[in-house]
């Protein structure tokens, strides 16, 4: 297993569909996973931090796990068919060691999760994102960190450059550029 973090929310240029990304800790491979709106609000939120004036889906989660004794240990996205993925909450009773017998092993609770419900509780929880390595090398994209710095740069640059009068300027070439409606 691999543990994975969340590198953000990014948009499928040809879908514009949200895709939650998780990236291996080496940094040269992530995976997308396709999400809906709501569930990207729902990470987001969550990357963000800070307290809502509402308690969100996955906050009242948090606060039911708390509330019900037990943890979030941790997520595992462990299969892909065709192209949905599995994940499954490992759950544990929040106990102190006192409360164990000596022998006594502590059976993890499974619940069978959509991963971006998973992705999003963990992140509130501060529990581990894990994927077998399996569906890591199967749906897994490389990441160019020279590539992305390069566009990241160069973007920067072009915001900070941006004024509005030259953004003015490029819109009306826009218009001049198009071609006439019929």
Known sequence: MVEMSVAGIALDAASRTPMVLLRDPSGRRQVPIWIDQAQAHNIMAGLQGGAPARPLSHDLMAALLVAGGLELERVIVHAIEDSTFHAVLKLRPDLD???LAEDEVLELIEVDARPSDAIALAIR????????????????????????AEDQSAFSRFVDDLSPAALVRHLRNQDNEAPPEE
């Open 97 to 99: 060691e006192e409360e």
């Open 125 to 148: 929880t501060g529990s581990g994102i894990w994927m077998l390595e399996e569906v890591v090398a199967e749906a897994s994209i490389p990441v160019d960190a020279e590539a992305d």
